[in-house]
């Protein structure tokens, strides 16, 4: 194919990406409160962003929710990956490989329907919980432990399974390997996982709707409730602030990665060495 | 004595452990919400709470299911005209995905190897930001006073405002923005894994260039194309927020009408009819990307 043409249909995929995301930004700066018309630069959108108080309680709302679903997410994710890629054979294992894949394909509409089903019956039950930031939680960790799952099982995968069997042939005990030898080695790949996991909780409206209870808006519901009612330039600087914090996150977190697996490679090649000498 | 204990040691905890604890999380947030789900669809609403399936009669429990939900769902032509236009919508957001997707893969996989992870890495940035507020930009750039009508009114393009919001279009735009990432990704790493060769071996038995991306390469991506169409097609069908900001009155999506079953009209049988003839809609495509992916699985070790 041509190469111009390829050039020329990226650049232009890359525009339509970003276009918006452009677009968000340059119109947060804007005096207008008509939010499509351009009149003059002025950060009075920032000053009615901080006055906001609804909208800051979500924020701490939401930064709670993810962060706590995310480290359950990793959690549960990790000892799912463990038991689909260590136990070829078990009872059910089909059964759980398609379980743990349920919340990535099901719409949010169904797996929001089915947990808020769920949980009012267990509360019919047993009295218990009571809808709002607990259940919300429960949504989001139960939607992050099937990404989480997703990315330690390809870190297992390609792992070298020889230095488990080392560890273990020196006297390791199960655990032991797992802690010394096997943890070490997934690290960067849990910690793409919190932030993944953290990302999509912090960025989910459906399944908050449906499970939260009265007083407790995440941000995603508010800025989803005024985003149904018309155009509204807070909501221009919440997404500015948004997209600066996620940038830096993202920048620094690459920059962690790519150092901690140069490390790895350092040590490993060095090893090697070590052992040849 | 002590054999015992260093058999319980070594053999009870671990592979229970690690089977056990994701089987019980997934089964009680996975499965038994989803059969519950069934449950409540074969009930009827009881004022505030729905009626219970199972009654006690002299001893003996009876089972009464009640297909009403059903019933109605057959019925009324407006749930299988959502239905049908969900799957066309979504249908056409993967057809549209693919169309953009592919040659875009195609060229990031034939770029300079130094600079895919950089592509790779643009694709994926819109990802970490809030896929809600992206949505909301497009509603900024479409409404009638918005930045494209107003980009192309002052180029002197056109004279009259263009209706792009509330229409299908807008919902269109919509879906192939937030879906198209999810169609890049396993296409570029089919196509970024291609054998060179075949391609070579094509061109010296004289094949043309279109011929053999014709013949060698579109075959040999089957598998990536399959997985990119159903990370679009599935999350596509039940899609609520995006008809509900940037669709209009008769883009008929049956998310929505979920939704609005369960908070609107409160009827939490009906909603989760609703919910069980959509999982059936979608259960032969998740069951090919299942598939494909686990024989990907296979492949790999």
């Known amino acids: 194919m041509n190469k111009a043409f390829g050039r020329a249909w990226m650049v232009m995929v890359y525009i339509f990406l970003y276009m918006p995301i452009v677009t968000l930004v340059i119109y947060s700066f804007n005096a207008s409160p008509l939010v499509t018309v351009w009149t003059e630069a002025s950060l009075r959108w920032y000053v009615a962003l901080a006055k906001d108080s609804d909208l800051i309680a979500a924020v701490w709302l939401s930064l709670k929710i993810a962060f706590f679903s995310a480290l359950m997410s990793v959690f549960f994710g990790t000892f799912t990956a463990f038991a689909l890629t260590r136990y070829k054979r078990f009872p059910g294992r089909t059964l759980l490989s398609s379980m743990s894949s349920t919340p990535l394909v099901m719409p949010d509409v169904i797996v929001g329907l089915s947990l808020l089903l769920m949980l009012v019956s267990l509360q019919h039950w047993l009295g218990f919980p009571e809808r709002g930031l607990f259940t919300i939680l429960l949504g989001h960790a139960l939607l992050g432990t099937a990404y989480a799952a997703v990315v330690v099982t390809s870190r297992l995968q390609e792992m070298d399974g020889r230095l488990d069997e080392a560890a273990m042939d020196l006297g390791c005990r199960p655990f032991q390997v797992f802690r010394l030898v096997t943890l070490p080695l997934l690290l960067p790949a849990l910690v793409s996982a919190f932030l993944l996991t953290f990302t999509l909780s912090f960025d989910d409206v459906v399944l908050s709707s449906f499970l939260s209870g009265p007083g407790y808006s995440t941000m995603p519901m508010v800025i989803f409730s005024r985003a149904r009612l018309g155009l509204n330039p807070t909501i221009n600087a919440v997404a500015t602030v948004t997209i600066a914090v996620v940038s830096i996150a993202v920048i620094a977190s690459s920059i962690y990665q790519s150092r901690a697996e140069r490390q790895r490679k350092r040590e490993v090649a060095q090893a090697y060495s070590d052992a040849n000498q | ?301």
């Open chain 2, 1 to 301: 004595m002590t054999n015992i204990f260093n058999y319980l040691r070594n053999h009870i905890p671990g592979r229970q452990i690690v089977i056990g604890v994701p089987y019980l999380w997934f089964l009680l947030l996975a499965a038994i919400p989803l059969l519950i789900v069934l449950k409540i669809s074969l009930s009827e609403m009881e004022s505030t709470s729905v009626s219970s399936m199972i009654s006690w009669t002299q001893g003996w429990p009876t089972i009464k299911l009640n297909f009403a939900s059903y019933i109605f769902l057959s019925t009324d032509p407006l749930y299988f005209e959502t239905y049908l236009s969900s799957i066309k919508y979504a249908l056409v957001t993967t057809i549209i995905c693919l169309a953009i997707g592919y040659p875009f893969a195609y060229f990031m996989a034939r770029s300079p190897k130094h600079l895919q992870p950089m592509l790779l890495m643009l694709i994926m940035l819109p990802f970490w930001t809030s896929f809600l507020l992206r949505i909301y930009a497009w509603k900024t750039l479409m409404v009638n006073n918005g930045v494209i009508n107003n980009v192309l009114i002052s180029l002197g393009i056109i004279n009259d405002p263009i209706a792009m919001m509330n229409t299908p279009f807008s919902l269109l735009v919509g879906m192939v923005y937030s879906y198209l990432p999810f169609m890049i990704l396993p296409l570029y790493a089919n196509l970024s894994k291609l054998d060179v060769r075949y391609l070579e071996a094509a061109a010296d038995l004289g094949t043309s260039p279109f011929r053999t991306f014709w013949l060698v390469t579109i075959p040999l991506s089957k598998a990536g194309i399959i997985a990119g169409s159903m990370l679009v097609f599935i999350p596509a069908v039940g899609e609520y927020v995006i008809p509900e900001l940037l669709g209009g009155p008769d883009t008929l999506m049956i998310g929505r009408v979920l939704w609005d079953e369960f908070f609107s009209n409160n009827d939490w049988p009906m909603a989760s009819a609703v919910a069980v003839v959509m999982i059936l809609l979608i259960l032969l495509p998740m069951a090919i990307f299942n598939k494909y992916q686990s024989d990907q699985l296979e492949a790999k070790s």
